[in-house]
């Protein structure tokens, strides 16, 4: 779980901020969850980006099959 957490720079790149302080304004601008560390650096779960993304982490519903049972001889 600790590997899913985002890197600063990670986090950087992908809002374009330069600064904890405008990192933490575009997540919250977005709603994306976060936790501040120690240095003030917020964290950030991969599933949490993905959510706020609109990346489904549920499986596809199978669609109903009828079988013609009748036609096997």
């Known amino acids: 779980m600790i590997e899913d957490i985002l890197s ?3 986090l950087c790149h992908i809002a374009g901020a330069r600064t904890k302080t405008t990192l933490r304004a575009w997540l919250d ?4 969850p976060y936790i501040n560390a120690r240095s003030g650096w917020p964290r ?3 599933k949490a980006l993905e ?3 609109g990346v489904s982490t549920q499986a596809p519903v ?3 099959v009828d079988f013609n049972f009748d036609a096997i001889k």
């Open 8 to 10: 600063e720079e990670t």
């Open 51 to 53: 959510k706020a993304m």
């Open 29 to 32: 601008e977005n709603r994306i």
């Open 62 to 64: 199978a669609k109903k």
């Open 44 to 46: 950030v779960h991969r």
